[in-house]
């Protein structure tokens, strides 16, 4: 299983992005999928969890503003109204037949 992170950039405050993650390398369903995030000098956080039915889950701050979906074996992370804490390298994950694979992180930099 291979995953493709692409979407990141420079954006200022109360803009949007979109992150993309291209899943390949399996036909069969992916358990869940993730992104994650690390900011300079801080432990990587979990941002939002996509599962194989569809359920979806946010860690509070992101709450509402970000939205994760997964269309043909891409996983979007839609970020809205971002904010200067946003900031970070963002990595997408997944959980498939019970082992770890992650992409490679892209950046996000909210500033003016």
């Known amino acids: 299983v291979q995953l493709q992170a692409s979407g990141g950039g420079l954006v200022q405050p109360g803009g949007s992005l979109r992150l993309s993650c291209v899943v390949s390398g399996t036909d069969f369903s992916i358990t869940y999928m993730r992104w994650h995030r690390q900011a300079p000098g801080k432990r990587r956080e979990l941002v939002a969890t996509?599962?194989?039915?569809?359920s979806t889950n946010y860690v509070g701050s992101v709450e509402g503003r970000f939205t994760i979906s997964n269309v043909n074996k891409t996983v979007y992370l839609q970020m809205n109204s971002l904010k200067s804490e946003d900031t970070a390298v963002y990595y997408c994950?997944?959980?498939?037949?019970?082992?770890?694979?992650w992409g490679q992180g892209t950046q996000v930099t909210v500033s003016s």
């Open positions: 994950y997944a959980l498939f037949r019970g082992s770890d694979y």
């Open positions: 996509i599962t194989s039915d569809g």
